[in-house]
Protein backbone atom coordinates (compact mmCIF):
# COMPACT_ATOMS: atom_id res chain seq x y z
CA UNK A 1 0.00 0.00 0.00
CA UNK A 2 0.93 3.49 -1.01
CA UNK A 3 2.44 6.09 1.79
CA UNK A 4 -0.02 8.66 2.50
CA UNK A 5 -0.27 11.64 0.51
CA UNK A 6 -1.36 15.39 0.71
CA UNK A 7 -4.11 16.48 -1.23
CA UNK A 8 -5.19 20.45 -1.97
CA UNK A 9 -8.20 20.70 -0.84
CA UNK A 10 -10.61 23.66 -0.63
CA UNK A 11 -12.21 25.31 2.44
CA UNK A 12 -16.22 25.20 2.18
CA UNK A 13 -16.59 26.67 5.22
CA UNK A 14 -15.73 28.30 8.66
CA UNK A 15 -17.20 28.44 11.82
CA UNK A 16 -15.92 30.38 14.88
CA UNK A 17 -16.96 27.48 17.83
CA UNK A 18 -15.68 29.93 20.90
CA UNK A 19 -13.24 33.07 21.08
CA UNK A 20 -9.90 30.91 19.92
CA UNK A 21 -11.66 27.95 18.07
CA UNK A 22 -13.04 27.20 15.02
CA UNK A 23 -14.21 24.36 12.77
CA UNK A 24 -12.93 24.07 9.21
CA UNK A 25 -14.82 22.22 6.80
CA UNK A 26 -13.08 20.91 4.12
CA UNK A 27 -14.82 20.12 0.62
CA UNK A 28 -14.48 16.51 -0.47
CA UNK A 29 -14.31 15.98 -4.39
CA UNK A 30 -16.50 13.12 -5.56
CA UNK A 31 -13.14 11.62 -7.28
CA UNK A 32 -11.10 11.74 -3.50
CA UNK A 33 -14.70 10.33 -1.55
CA UNK A 34 -12.62 6.58 -0.99
CA UNK A 35 -9.34 8.27 -0.13
CA UNK A 36 -11.15 10.50 2.33
CA UNK A 37 -13.09 7.48 3.79
CA UNK A 38 -12.61 7.93 7.31
CA UNK A 39 -13.49 5.85 10.60
CA UNK A 40 -14.95 7.99 13.66
CA UNK A 41 -12.08 8.98 15.88
CA UNK A 42 -9.43 9.53 13.06
CA UNK A 43 -7.72 12.63 12.11
CA UNK A 44 -6.62 14.65 9.12
CA UNK A 45 -2.88 16.08 8.77
CA UNK A 46 -2.56 19.81 7.38
CA UNK A 47 0.50 21.25 5.99
CA UNK A 48 1.22 24.81 5.17
CA UNK A 49 3.87 27.12 4.46
CA UNK A 50 4.43 29.41 7.67
CA UNK A 51 6.80 31.91 7.65
CA UNK A 52 8.78 30.22 5.21
CA UNK A 53 8.88 27.12 6.90
CA UNK A 54 6.64 24.10 5.94
CA UNK A 55 4.74 23.04 8.91
CA UNK A 56 1.98 20.52 9.46
CA UNK A 57 -0.29 19.71 12.29
CA UNK A 58 -2.77 16.87 13.10
CA UNK A 59 -6.83 17.57 13.97
CA UNK A 60 -9.10 15.16 14.90
CA UNK A 61 -12.30 14.87 12.39
CA UNK A 62 -15.32 15.63 14.48
CA UNK A 63 -17.65 14.94 11.28
CA UNK A 64 -20.55 12.53 11.72
CA UNK A 65 -19.91 9.49 9.13
CA UNK A 66 -23.23 10.77 7.61
CA UNK A 67 -21.24 13.84 6.63
CA UNK A 68 -20.00 12.82 2.33
CA UNK A 69 -18.98 15.47 1.24
CA UNK A 70 -17.13 17.41 3.76
CA UNK A 71 -14.91 16.61 6.38
CA UNK A 72 -14.45 19.10 9.43
CA UNK A 73 -11.66 19.53 11.73
CA UNK A 74 -11.78 21.81 14.90
CA UNK A 75 -8.60 23.88 15.71
CA UNK A 76 -7.89 25.21 19.01
CA UNK A 77 -5.38 28.57 19.21
CA UNK A 78 -2.46 27.19 21.29
CA UNK A 79 -0.42 29.59 23.48
CA UNK A 80 2.82 30.45 20.68
CA UNK A 81 0.91 27.74 18.58
CA UNK A 82 1.91 29.27 14.94
CA UNK A 83 -0.14 26.53 12.63
CA UNK A 84 -2.87 26.94 15.80
CA UNK A 85 -2.94 30.50 15.00
CA UNK A 86 -2.84 30.23 11.14
CA UNK A 87 -5.58 28.45 11.28
CA UNK A 88 -7.50 31.13 13.05
CA UNK A 89 -7.06 32.97 9.50
CA UNK A 90 -8.29 30.49 7.09
CA UNK A 91 -11.66 31.52 5.05
CA UNK A 92 -13.79 29.72 2.83
CA UNK A 93 -12.68 29.71 -0.80
CA UNK A 94 -9.02 29.09 0.59
CA UNK A 95 -7.02 26.21 -0.42
CA UNK A 96 -4.54 23.96 1.69
CA UNK A 97 -2.89 20.60 1.70
CA UNK A 98 -4.71 18.00 3.58
CA UNK A 99 -3.53 14.26 4.40
CA UNK A 100 -5.68 11.65 4.19
CA UNK A 101 -7.61 10.24 7.18
CA UNK A 102 -5.43 8.61 10.11
CA UNK A 103 -5.19 7.53 13.35
CA UNK A 104 -6.14 4.39 15.49
CA UNK A 105 -8.61 6.12 18.23
CA UNK A 106 -11.77 4.75 15.88
CA UNK A 107 -15.09 3.32 16.68
CA UNK A 108 -15.73 0.61 13.67
CA UNK A 109 -20.07 1.61 14.06
CA UNK A 110 -22.26 -1.79 13.78
CA UNK A 111 -24.08 -3.23 16.80
CA UNK A 112 -25.40 -2.29 19.99
CA UNK A 113 -22.83 -0.94 22.64
CA UNK A 114 -22.61 1.40 25.66
CA UNK A 115 -19.78 4.13 24.77
CA UNK A 116 -18.32 6.37 27.38
CA UNK A 117 -16.63 9.25 26.58
CA UNK A 118 -14.29 11.44 28.77
CA UNK A 119 -12.72 14.84 26.18
CA UNK A 120 -11.04 17.94 27.84
CA UNK A 121 -10.95 21.35 25.65
CA UNK A 122 -10.61 20.78 21.91
CA UNK A 123 -10.15 16.93 23.15
CA UNK A 124 -13.84 16.86 22.45
CA UNK A 125 -13.60 16.67 18.66
CA UNK A 126 -13.07 13.21 17.97
CA UNK A 127 -15.38 11.91 20.72
CA UNK A 128 -17.86 14.27 18.66
CA UNK A 129 -17.32 12.59 15.20
CA UNK A 130 -17.68 9.30 17.38
CA UNK A 131 -21.34 9.95 19.10
CA UNK A 132 -22.92 11.84 16.41
CA UNK A 133 -21.77 8.21 14.13
CA UNK A 134 -22.94 6.18 16.87
CA UNK A 135 -25.65 7.86 17.95
CA UNK A 136 -27.00 8.05 14.08
CA UNK A 137 -26.06 4.33 12.97
CA UNK A 138 -26.37 2.20 15.85
CA UNK A 139 -30.07 2.63 17.03
CA UNK A 140 -29.75 0.98 20.66
CA UNK A 141 -26.58 1.84 21.25
CA UNK A 142 -26.03 4.89 24.30
CA UNK A 143 -23.54 7.21 24.27
CA UNK A 144 -22.57 8.91 27.85
CA UNK A 145 -20.04 12.07 27.28
CA UNK A 146 -18.08 13.86 30.29
CA UNK A 147 -16.91 17.09 29.07
CA UNK A 148 -14.39 19.21 30.58
CA UNK A 149 -13.11 22.89 30.21
CA UNK A 150 -12.11 26.07 31.77
CA UNK A 151 -15.52 27.69 31.96
CA UNK A 152 -18.83 27.77 29.21
CA UNK A 153 -17.06 30.17 26.91
CA UNK A 154 -14.66 27.49 26.52
CA UNK A 155 -17.02 24.79 25.79
CA UNK A 156 -16.35 23.72 21.77
CA UNK A 157 -19.28 22.54 19.38
CA UNK A 158 -22.15 23.59 21.98
CA UNK A 159 -24.72 23.71 19.58
CA UNK A 160 -24.03 20.45 18.46
CA UNK A 161 -23.75 19.08 21.78
CA UNK A 162 -27.04 20.27 22.77
CA UNK A 163 -28.57 18.97 19.09
CA UNK A 164 -27.61 15.53 20.14
CA UNK A 165 -29.40 16.11 23.24
CA UNK A 166 -32.27 17.15 21.83
CA UNK A 167 -32.37 14.21 19.07
CA UNK A 168 -31.18 11.25 21.39
CA UNK A 169 -33.10 12.52 24.86
CA UNK A 170 -32.91 8.48 25.97
CA UNK A 171 -29.33 7.66 24.20
CA UNK A 172 -27.36 10.37 24.86
CA UNK A 173 -26.03 11.80 28.31
CA UNK A 174 -23.79 15.27 28.57
CA UNK A 175 -22.23 15.73 31.50
CA UNK A 176 -19.99 19.28 31.86
CA UNK A 177 -17.35 19.53 34.33
CA UNK A 178 -16.03 22.94 34.93
CA UNK A 179 -13.36 24.14 36.93
CA UNK A 180 -13.70 27.98 36.69
CA UNK A 181 -17.54 28.29 36.68
CA UNK A 182 -19.39 27.60 39.58
CA UNK A 183 -22.32 24.45 38.22
CA UNK A 184 -25.25 24.03 40.15
CA UNK A 185 -24.63 20.37 40.75
CA UNK A 186 -21.48 20.08 42.86
CA UNK A 187 -19.92 17.19 42.17
CA UNK A 188 -19.74 18.81 38.31
CA UNK A 189 -17.43 21.61 39.42
CA UNK A 190 -13.15 21.54 39.49
CA UNK A 191 -10.75 19.51 36.95
CA UNK A 192 -11.94 15.87 35.48
CA UNK A 193 -9.07 14.01 37.40
CA UNK A 194 -8.94 10.71 38.78
CA UNK A 195 -10.55 11.70 42.22
CA UNK A 196 -13.10 13.55 40.09
CA UNK A 197 -14.17 9.91 38.14
CA UNK A 198 -13.68 7.70 41.00
CA UNK A 199 -16.16 9.79 42.99
CA UNK A 200 -18.79 10.34 39.98
CA UNK A 201 -18.50 6.31 39.18
CA UNK A 202 -19.40 5.79 42.94
CA UNK A 203 -21.97 8.15 42.98
CA UNK A 204 -23.12 6.24 40.28
CA UNK A 205 -23.39 9.69 38.20
CA UNK A 206 -20.87 7.39 35.07
CA UNK A 207 -20.77 3.43 35.17
CA UNK A 208 -17.18 2.90 33.35
CA UNK A 209 -17.39 -0.94 34.59
CA UNK A 210 -20.45 -1.45 32.54
CA UNK A 211 -19.11 0.50 29.15
CA UNK A 212 -18.29 -1.64 26.77
CA UNK A 213 -15.62 1.21 24.94
CA UNK A 214 -14.67 4.42 26.98
CA UNK A 215 -12.48 6.85 24.74
CA UNK A 216 -10.54 9.51 26.49
CA UNK A 217 -9.15 12.42 24.80
CA UNK A 218 -7.70 15.58 26.12
CA UNK A 219 -4.08 16.90 27.24
CA UNK A 220 -2.05 14.14 28.63
CA UNK A 221 -2.45 14.64 32.48
CA UNK A 222 -5.86 14.47 32.12
CA UNK A 223 -5.44 11.11 29.61
CA UNK A 224 -2.82 9.28 32.32
CA UNK A 225 -5.14 10.36 35.59
CA UNK A 226 -8.59 9.34 33.90
CA UNK A 227 -6.54 6.21 32.56
CA UNK A 228 -5.30 5.67 35.96
CA UNK A 229 -9.21 5.90 37.49
CA UNK A 230 -10.18 3.60 35.10
CA UNK A 231 -7.87 0.80 36.03
CA UNK A 232 -8.57 1.90 39.45
CA UNK A 233 -12.08 1.50 38.46
CA UNK A 234 -11.66 -2.27 37.34
CA UNK A 235 -12.17 -1.25 34.13
CA UNK A 236 -10.70 -3.92 31.81
CA UNK A 237 -7.52 -2.37 29.93
CA UNK A 238 -8.75 -3.52 26.71
CA UNK A 239 -12.12 -1.20 26.58
CA UNK A 240 -10.12 1.74 26.99
CA UNK A 241 -8.72 4.01 24.16
CA UNK A 242 -6.89 6.99 24.49
CA UNK A 243 -5.01 9.70 22.15
CA UNK A 244 -2.14 11.70 22.41
CA UNK A 245 -1.21 15.01 20.71
CA UNK A 246 0.47 16.79 22.63
CA UNK A 247 2.12 15.11 25.65
CA UNK A 248 3.17 17.36 29.25
CA UNK A 249 6.30 18.85 28.85
CA UNK A 250 9.24 16.56 30.09
CA UNK A 251 7.45 13.14 29.47
CA UNK A 252 10.28 10.68 28.08
CA UNK A 253 9.29 7.40 27.53
CA UNK A 254 12.54 4.61 27.46
CA UNK A 255 13.74 4.40 24.02
CA UNK A 256 12.67 1.16 22.46
CA UNK A 257 14.59 -1.55 20.65
CA UNK A 258 13.09 -1.57 17.25
CA UNK A 259 13.91 -5.48 16.23
CA UNK A 260 14.99 -6.83 19.07
CA UNK A 261 18.84 -6.12 18.20
CA UNK A 262 21.31 -4.26 21.01
CA UNK A 263 21.66 -1.37 20.71
CA UNK A 264 24.81 -0.31 19.53
CA UNK A 265 24.55 3.54 20.10
CA UNK A 266 25.26 6.60 17.23
CA UNK A 267 26.27 5.16 13.99
CA UNK A 268 28.02 8.10 12.09
CA UNK A 269 27.18 7.96 8.34
CA UNK A 270 25.09 4.81 8.31
CA UNK A 271 23.50 4.13 4.70
CA UNK A 272 19.58 4.23 4.79
CA UNK A 273 17.64 2.87 1.60
CA UNK A 274 14.07 4.23 1.90
CA UNK A 275 10.91 2.28 0.25
CA UNK A 276 8.45 4.03 -0.71
CA UNK A 277 5.86 3.94 -2.86
CA UNK A 278 7.49 1.15 -5.06
CA UNK A 279 11.05 3.19 -5.19
CA UNK A 280 14.38 3.26 -3.52
CA UNK A 281 16.58 5.57 -2.44
CA UNK A 282 19.88 5.73 -0.29
CA UNK A 283 20.66 8.45 2.33
CA UNK A 284 23.37 8.57 4.71
CA UNK A 285 22.60 9.05 8.33
CA UNK A 286 24.61 10.30 11.35
CA UNK A 287 22.66 8.81 13.93
CA UNK A 288 24.39 11.55 16.64
CA UNK A 289 23.38 14.49 14.44
CA UNK A 290 20.00 13.26 12.70
CA UNK A 291 16.75 10.86 13.04
CA UNK A 292 15.88 9.44 9.68
CA UNK A 293 13.02 11.72 9.00
CA UNK A 294 15.51 15.03 9.58
CA UNK A 295 18.22 13.16 7.35
CA UNK A 296 15.96 12.44 5.13
CA UNK A 297 14.59 16.33 4.45
CA UNK A 298 18.00 17.62 4.06
CA UNK A 299 18.33 15.36 1.37
CA UNK A 300 15.23 16.64 -0.05
CA UNK A 301 13.10 13.03 0.10
CA UNK A 302 9.83 13.81 1.34
CA UNK A 303 9.11 11.02 3.55
CA UNK A 304 5.11 10.83 4.92
CA UNK A 305 5.11 12.68 8.81
CA UNK A 306 2.93 15.19 11.00
CA UNK A 307 3.84 15.13 14.41
CA UNK A 308 7.95 14.70 14.41
CA UNK A 309 7.30 13.71 17.91
CA UNK A 310 6.32 10.16 17.98
CA UNK A 311 2.54 10.20 18.21
CA UNK A 312 0.69 10.08 15.63
CA UNK A 313 2.14 7.19 13.23
CA UNK A 314 2.08 8.90 10.08
CA UNK A 315 6.14 8.10 10.12
CA UNK A 316 5.37 4.22 10.52
CA UNK A 317 7.88 2.18 8.56
CA UNK A 318 9.12 -1.45 8.98
CA UNK A 319 12.82 -1.93 9.21
CA UNK A 320 13.74 -4.92 6.49
CA UNK A 321 17.02 -5.09 7.40
CA UNK A 322 19.42 -3.84 10.17
CA UNK A 323 18.47 -2.32 13.34
CA UNK A 324 17.33 1.14 14.68
CA UNK A 325 16.51 2.79 18.05
CA UNK A 326 13.91 4.82 18.35
CA UNK A 327 14.31 8.30 20.73
CA UNK A 328 10.40 8.28 21.72
CA UNK A 329 8.07 6.17 21.31
CA UNK A 330 4.28 6.95 21.56
CA UNK A 331 2.11 5.62 19.21
CA UNK A 332 3.29 1.79 18.27
CA UNK A 333 2.07 -0.99 19.94
CA UNK A 334 4.15 -3.58 21.64
CA UNK A 335 3.06 -6.46 18.43
CA UNK A 336 4.20 -3.68 15.64
CA UNK A 337 7.66 -3.34 17.60
CA UNK A 338 8.27 -6.84 17.67
CA UNK A 339 7.21 -7.14 13.85
CA UNK A 340 9.78 -4.62 13.01
CA UNK A 341 7.70 -1.51 12.79
CA UNK A 342 9.59 2.10 13.67
CA UNK A 343 9.16 5.50 13.66
CA UNK A 344 11.13 7.65 11.02
CA UNK A 345 10.83 10.79 13.09
CA UNK A 346 12.19 8.56 16.02
CA UNK A 347 15.13 6.38 14.41
CA UNK A 348 18.75 6.24 14.45
CA UNK A 349 20.35 3.94 13.09
CA UNK A 350 22.45 1.32 15.40
CA UNK A 351 23.88 -0.89 12.39
CA UNK A 352 26.44 0.83 9.34
CA UNK A 353 23.34 -0.82 6.75
CA UNK A 354 19.97 -0.03 7.17
CA UNK A 355 16.60 -0.59 4.65
CA UNK A 356 12.89 0.81 5.52
CA UNK A 357 10.41 -0.15 4.18
CA UNK A 358 7.73 2.67 3.69
CA UNK A 359 4.96 0.90 1.72
CA UNK A 360 4.71 -2.15 3.89
CA UNK A 361 1.89 -2.20 6.69
S1 LIG B 1 5.52 11.84 12.41
FE1 LIG B 1 4.17 11.43 14.05
S2 LIG B 1 5.10 9.67 14.95
FE2 LIG B 1 6.53 10.25 13.45
Redesign the pocket.
Known amino acids: MAAPRFHTLEIAAVRNETPDAVAISFAIPEDLSDTFAFVPGQYLTLRADIGGEDMRRSYSICSPLNETSRRTVGVKRIEDGRFSSFAQTLKQGDRIEVMPPQGRFTAQIGGEHDYLLLAAGSGITPCLSIAKSVLAGEPDSTVTLLYANRNSSSVMFRDDLNDLKDRYTTRFTLLHVMDEEVQDVEIMNGRLDAEKLENLANLGVIDPKAADAIYICGPEPMILSASAAMTTLGVDQNKIKFELFTPAPGAKPAPAKTNGTPVNGAKHGASVEIILDGARRTIEVDAAQDTVLTAAMKAGLDLP ?11 RCRIVEGAATMDENF ?1 LEPWEIEAGFT ?4 ARPDTDRLVLDFDAQ
Open positions: YSCAGGMCCTCSLSCQ
